[in-house]
């Protein structure tokens, strides 16, 4: 059964603080990763990885991909309040088959 | 740039009743796909086209149905509302290819009494 975990559930850290969120995976006909966040709406696109060992960057955030150990972490550095949301981890099978987490819920604290 | 719109986007139901949730997209993308969105559950696969005039089973599809009669438009039935309806309905569009990402509609929340 294809699978793809989260972890930790839920994250509450500080004003400047740096982050790090997993996601593992189980998924025949793996093709690519995604990092989706999400507020309170539509969740909306942070990066997709196919390669492994090439990290993504968009300011304060990156995210890499070990395709080896099945496995991508997103990194958040000196957070912001604004960074307070969902986060989803998807990972996309061969037939555009996508298969989510449960997300990991990170909470900013001023 | 309207992307890919749900209508409505809230609902109350009473249980019983039917509804149908409308998705447009104006991507042209062959791919389009509902999910609901449970607390502590992620995203869960309805039912999924792989085109116009198509439609597949996604991992929890009972109790819905689904049509693409246009390929710009995907619609969820629900034919006898049931309170494990309430949840949050996301619709989604690809194009297909290889390394497209999936875009997303605002959401519709639902509530069944």
């Known amino acids: 059964e294809d699978k793809v975990v989260q972890s930790p559930l839920s994250l509450v850290v500080h004003e400047g603080d740096t982050v790090t969120l997993n996601c593992s995976y189980e998924?025949?006909?793996?093709?690519?990763l995604l990092w989706y966040k999400q507020e309170k709406k539509a969740p909306t696109f942070l990066f997709m990885l196919t390669s492994s060992g090439i990290e993504k960057k968009s300011g304060r955030l990156s995210s890499i991909l070990d395709k080896k150990e099945l496995f991508s972490i997103l990194n958040i550095t000196a957070t912001q309040t604004g960074d307070s949301a969902i986060y989803l981890c998807a990972v996309e099978a061969t037939g555009n088959q996508f298969y989510f987490g449960t997300g990991t819920s990170l909470t900013v604290i001023p | 740039n309207a992307g890919v719109t749900q209508t409505p986007k809230f609902r109350v139901l009473k249980t019983g009743q039917s509804m149908t949730l409308l998705c447009a997209q104006d991507?042209?993308?062959?791919?389009m796909y509902w999910y609901r969105q449970d607390p502590g559950m992620g995203l869960r696969l309805i039912h999924y086209?792989?085109?116009?005039?198509?439609?597949a089973k996604g991992e929890v599809p009972d109790g819905y149905n689904v049509s693409r009669l246009k390929k710009q438009n995907f619609l969820l039935g629900l034919e006898s509302a049931a309170p494990s309806q309430t949840s949050v309905y996301f619709c989604?569009?690809?194009?297909?290819?290889?390394?497209?990402?999936?875009?997303f509609g605002s959401g519709t929340q639902l509530s069944v009494l």
């Open positions: 998924v025949t006909n793996f093709r690519s």
């Open positions: 991507m042209n993308h062959e791919y």
């Open positions: 086209s792989v085109g116009e005039g198509t439609t």
């Open positions: 989604a569009s690809s194009s297909g290819g290889a390394g497209e990402k999936l875009f």
